[in-house]
């Protein structure tokens, strides 16, 4: 059985810093891609992050760019999303989600296969 769960979020002051836990179970990386996706009140799902074993690269979205930072621990199946600098804009739920390894690239929530119950992240200003 596939599962995923999220660990981590919380409040943070705006500039301040998070680190979002993953941990996987059911499948390996070399199969599926991990992506993190965020959803804030009122708006649809979108992708933030996303890293291949496979491939051995990550996206980012062109908002968190140089501020997060996609990593993993393949000894424990777990991945990690460091965020910094953080942003009143960034308020969302973080989604841990499993999407194929060939759509990677793509990293939206079209191409998931599964998903983790997510964790609320709540920036304040």
């Known amino acids: 059985e596939v599962q995923l769960a999220e660990s981590g979020g919380g409040l943070v002051q705006a500039g301040g810093s998070l680190r979002l836990s993953c941990a996987a179970s059911?499948?390996?990386?070399?199969?599926?891609?991990i992506g993190w996706f965020r959803q804030a009140p009122g708006k649809g799902r979108e992708g933030v992050s996303c890293i291949s074993s496979s491939v051995g690269s990550t996206r980012y979205a062109d908002s968190v760019k140089g501020r997060f930072t996609i990593s993993s621990d393949n000894a424990k199946n777990t991945v990690y999303l460091q965020m910094n600098s953080l942003k009143p804009e960034d308020t969302a739920v973080y989604y841990c989600a499993a999407l194929p390894s060939q759509f990677f690239a793509l990293c939206v929530s079209d191409y998931v296969d599964y998903w983790g119950k997510g964790t609320p992240v709540t920036v304040s200003s």
């Open positions: 059911g499948f390996t990386f070399d199969d599926y891609a």
